[in-house]
């Protein structure tokens, strides 16, 4: 009909477009979804996602890459996190030298000034026994022939300079509070260095001085050394014998007054009375100590003067020998130089004979038989080199600690399997009615 209206010719012009145009759409069509097919939005996109997701498709490549180095440096980052924290929670690995800070010391010493241990005090025994008497409650001696005893030892306000050190001085302290709570001694254990001129040797002159000062409660300060270890627990001092002294050191008269010989006494352990005289004495002890010039000089006249001394700095012991040989009608008469048993005990000379002191002895003896103390000199196991073997002096430390812990373990019933093994095995069945077995022992 409107071919009668438009003219057949015409009509035959918009067909072909017609035509033409369906041809076109198709073609439109088919490439959109194609291309949805392979990069669209999915079944559901709309045209803006459709116009996104094209977008995203022409630039992918070059997203790839950057995003691919943005995960490497995610990983390697959270590898590296974990890592460090891994650093930082570990023990062995921790440089410990990051907090053991050394501030140096506060004050110079001055060279002209004479060294003092502190103020001078002339009235210590009349101060002290004007104390005693307003504080009764504090007395100095805990029964007849009983004195309050302060046991005094210590070690370096920084760890041991080996690995094992810090465990033998765990060691060393548990033994001595052992023995300290079996006989009814309090116990005074240091780390601080109270004068840094009195470094080493020297170091427990303040200490003790301090100690005497601020307890006047306590009537006898028994200093030992870390390296010392007590091995007959059930020995009891001998208090009554010392009433006329003040100073008690293991050592022998014909050798410190007669001979001078720097090794006549030892100083590792000894007992020291709360008085006026143990003050004075502390004084005419202490000028030696100070470190550099003043020690090294002092150890060149006891080197010369006391017999068979090896040539180094001053010392405490060869300090003491030096006074007592020199000014014996001074210091001489409270001095008692004890021999009878081991106040002082020389390890070389004890450690490979405890299994014959087991066979043959029993503890309280004190002596040669069954030693109070064994002293572990020239061992120096907190330092990085000894005088003897490391091994040797190690196990000998291990059994001479076993030794002693036995007579502690033996109250509850067992004992270690060896003196040289740190385990244990029952040696006492146990009661249903303990108290009554006369199983417990309490000094």
Known sequence: MLDKYLGAQRWRRIHRALRHSRVTIL??????VVLRGTIGAGKFGTPEQDFNEIRDHFYSRKRAEPHRVLEEVQTTHSGSTDDSANDNNNYNTFDINKILVDEGDDE??????KYSLGPKISNWDEQRSIWLRDNPNFSNFIRPNKPRVLLVTGSSPKPCENPVGDHYLLKSIKNKIDYCRLHGI???YNMALLDAEMAGFWAKLPLIRKLLLSHPEVEFLWWMDSDAMFTDMAFEVPWERYKDYNFVMHGWSEMVYDQKNWIGLNTGSFLLRNCQWSLDILDAWAPMGPKGKIRD???KILTRELKDRPVFEADDQSAMVYILATQREKWGDKVYLENAYYLHGYWGILVDRYEEMIENHHPG???HRWPLVTHFVGCKPCGKFGDYPVERCLKQMDRAFNFGDN???QIYGFTHKSLASKRVKRVRNESSNPLASSIIQIR
């Open 27 to 32: 073609c439109l069509v088919l490439t959109v």
């Open 108 to 113: 110079k010493p001055v060279p002209s000034k």
């Open 186 to 188: 309090e116990i005074f």
């Open 297 to 299: 000089e002092a150890g």
């Open 365 to 367: 003896l004190g002596d």
């Open 407 to 409: 007579q502690i373990l």
